[in-house]
């Protein structure tokens, strides 16, 4: 016999719903903030990144010749 499960609105199962928001509500109080987008992408790729990424792309267009 299939049992149905109860779902929210959203279509997840209550117990998923109450963990979504729980996250969501910890990381609002306690992640990470920053000023500017390139500080989030110096966070996130590294610090050199535009220097990286420049040097790959020169590369590529050489290559491209």
């Known amino acids: 016999m299939n049992k149905k499960q109860v779902r929210t609105v959203n279509g ?3 117990a998923q719903e109450r963990r ?3 996250e969501a509500a ?3 109080k306690h ?3 920053f000023n500017s987008v390139d500080e989030l992408m110096e966070d996130i790729l590294g610090k050199n990144w535009r220097a990286e ?3 790959r792309v020169e590369a590529y ?3 491209q010749r």
Do not use: I, V
């Open 12 to 14: 997840f199962t209550p």
């Open 20 to 22: 979504m928001l729980k």
């Open 26 to 28: 910890w990381a609002l």
């Open 31 to 33: 992640g990470k903030r």
């Open 53 to 55: 990424n420049k040097k």
């Open 61 to 63: 267009k050489k290559s």
